[in-house]
């Protein structure tokens, strides 16, 4: 469908973004996530921003604005959704408020209106501070507790015109058809140091091998993408993260995309191989993506106020502010993987980042993949680390340990 798509060359785009702003530090989060907020922005907006979102949105130039309205409404679910398998759950869950002052169109209320999806007028010069907590009770309560404090004191107040949120939280048991092989051939051996005979291929268009780890019934799946020579830099973890950049410009060409897509919904062989476990808790330069991307004005280096009339019959509403956070936890035979964007009025509060830099054996990309609807809920970069003064430049550093698995 079209709506999953745009939404697949966006999550590679942002990849790639994302490691621009960060070269060789290891980074994660949901493309799904914010492609939902920007659309939802999207179709609110006039004028500049309008345009600019169109492009970085990847709408095809053949298809007005009313009927990408109608190809969501129809496609959706697509994107916001919730799954029940038996060892397996993934949901999404959207708020979007918008001060009273702004009456909101019945067009918002039609596009936004579902299970998972909840829009609003609010006042935000009424107890800004329950405001605060009941939002961050909701993120919490639908995380499972993997994201807590998400808006910290006084990034509301009574000059908060908007704030729209989205999550996702998926949990579940890796898929193994295989018993634990003891080979650690390909790697340096520790105490924990396991192998797991897993789904494994090697695709030479992409030069990469690709390993999946699917969950229970195959339809969401972790992938593990390797460049093929990186075992022959030996301890050089430099030319080695090397390696993995231009593995990402390679999925970036029209080509590559489309390889891609094609194992992603199709999986691959089964063979033995060796995967990484993390836990990863970070939060990403959401405010410098979105400029990189061409939408200066929803950050706090761009205009005050936006036009977002097609939602409102007032055309000028204040954005500026924005957060995305990313819990990850892999261990042993199961996942657990959390995230929340939001996008606000500025107030000129500056949140503290959580960022965490982390060693692992091999660098690669990671991506976690809903088949089903073929999307990408999830995706990253595991970098070996090299220098840990990196670390600078941060509120806190969550280290986790890792292991071969």
Same mark, same amino acid.
Not at 190 to 205: A, L, M, P, V, W
Not at 290 to 305: A, C, H, I, K, W
């Given at each position: 469908k079209m709506l999953t798509d745009i939404c697949f060359k966006f999550a590679l785009e942002s990849l790639k973004k994302c490691m621009l702003m960060e070269p060789k530090e290891s980074i994660f989060f949901s493309p799904n996530l914010i492609y939902q907020n920007l659309m939802c922005v999207y179709f609110a907006a006039n004028g500049d921003i309008e345009n600019s979102l169109r492009q970085i949105l990847y709408i095809p130039d053949n298809i007005s604005k009313n009927d990408f309205e109608l190809r969501y409404k129809s496609e959706c679910d697509q994107l916001c959704y919730r799954i029940n398998g038996p060892s397996y759950i993934c949901k999404t869950y959207s708020l979007f408020y918008i001060n009273d002052i702004h009456i909101l169109r019945q067009k918002a209320f039609e596009l936004f209106m579902s299970g998972h999806q909840i829009i609003k007028n609010t006042k935000f010069d009424h107890d800004t501070g329950n405001t605060i907590n009941f939002i961050?009770?909701?993120?919490?309560?639908?995380?499972?507790g993997c994201i807590r404090n998400l808006l910290p004191p006084k990034s509301i107040d009574s000059n908060t015109d908007v704030l729209l949120i989205k999550s996702?939280?998926? =949990?579940?048991?890796?898929?193994?058809?295989?018993?634990? =092989?003891?080979? !650690?051939? !390909?790697?340096?051996?520790?105490? !924990?140091?396991?192998?797991?005979?897993?789904?494994f291929g090697k695709s030479e268009q992409l030069n990469a091998y690709i390993t999946e780890l699917p969950l229970d019934q195959n339809n969401i799946s972790v992938f593990f993408l390797n460049p093929l020579h990186y075992l022959e830099c030996d301890e050089n973890c430099s030319v080695k993260n090397d390696t993995v950049i231009q593995l990402i410009e390679r999925l970036l060409t029209e080509e590559g995309c489309q390889i891609l897509r094609k194992l992603l919904d199709d999986g691959v062989q089964k063979q033995s191989y060796i995967f990484p476990t993390f836990e990863f808790e970070q939060d990403m330069r959401i405010c410098e993506l979105l400029e990189m991307l061409g939408v200066r004005d929803l950050t706090p280096f761009g205009s005050e106020e936006v036009d977002l009339s097609g939602f409102t019959f007032q055309s000028n509403v204040k954005l500026g502010n924005a957060v995305h956070r990313v819990n990850i936890k892999m261990q042993g035979d199961s996942i657990i993987a959390a995230a929340s964007n939001a996008l606000f009025t500025n107030n000129f509060w500056r949140h503290f980042r959580i960022k965490c830099i982390m060693d692992v054996p091999f660098p690669c990309i990671c991506l976690i993949y809903d088949r089903s609807r073929r999307n990408i809920l999830f995706c990253g970069v595991l970098f070996s680390k090299v220098d840990e003064s990196r670390v600078a430049d941060t509120s806190e550093c969550k280290i986790r340990k890792h292991t071969l698995v």
């Amino acid at each position: 469908k079209m709506l999953t798509d745009i939404c697949f060359k966006f999550a590679l785009e942002s990849l790639k973004k994302c490691m621009l702003m960060e070269p060789k530090e290891s980074i994660f989060f949901s493309p799904n996530l914010i492609y939902q907020n920007l659309m939802c922005v999207y179709f609110a907006a006039n004028g500049d921003i309008e345009n600019s979102l169109r492009q970085i949105l990847y709408i095809p130039d053949n298809i007005s604005k009313n009927d990408f309205e109608l190809r969501y409404k129809s496609e959706c679910d697509q994107l916001c959704y919730r799954i029940n398998g038996p060892s397996y759950i993934c949901k999404t869950y959207s708020l979007f408020y918008i001060n009273d002052i702004h009456i909101l169109r019945q067009k918002a209320f039609e596009l936004f209106m579902s299970g998972h999806q909840i829009i609003k007028n609010t006042k935000f010069d009424h107890d800004t501070g329950n405001t605060i907590n009941f939002i961050n009770a909701v993120v919490k309560s639908v995380t499972q507790g993997c994201i807590r404090n998400l808006l910290p004191p006084k990034s509301i107040d009574s000059n908060t015109d908007v704030l729209l949120i989205k999550s996702i939280y998926l =949990e579940g048991q890796l898929n193994f058809d295989s018993d634990i =092989e003891s080979d !650690n051939s !390909n790697c340096k051996n520790t105490n !924990n140091d396991r192998n797991f005979k897993n789904i494994f291929g090697k695709s030479e268009q992409l030069n990469a091998y690709i390993t999946e780890l699917p969950l229970d019934q195959n339809n969401i799946s972790v992938f593990f993408l390797n460049p093929l020579h990186y075992l022959e830099c030996d301890e050089n973890c430099s030319v080695k993260n090397d390696t993995v950049i231009q593995l990402i410009e390679r999925l970036l060409t029209e080509e590559g995309c489309q390889i891609l897509r094609k194992l992603l919904d199709d999986g691959v062989q089964k063979q033995s191989y060796i995967f990484p476990t993390f836990e990863f808790e970070q939060d990403m330069r959401i405010c410098e993506l979105l400029e990189m991307l061409g939408v200066r004005d929803l950050t706090p280096f761009g205009s005050e106020e936006v036009d977002l009339s097609g939602f409102t019959f007032q055309s000028n509403v204040k954005l500026g502010n924005a957060v995305h956070r990313v819990n990850i936890k892999m261990q042993g035979d199961s996942i657990i993987a959390a995230a929340s964007n939001a996008l606000f009025t500025n107030n000129f509060w500056r949140h503290f980042r959580i960022k965490c830099i982390m060693d692992v054996p091999f660098p690669c990309i990671c991506l976690i993949y809903d088949r089903s609807r073929r999307n990408i809920l999830f995706c990253g970069v595991l970098f070996s680390k090299v220098d840990e003064s990196r670390v600078a430049d941060t509120s806190e550093c969550k280290i986790r340990k890792h292991t071969l698995v």
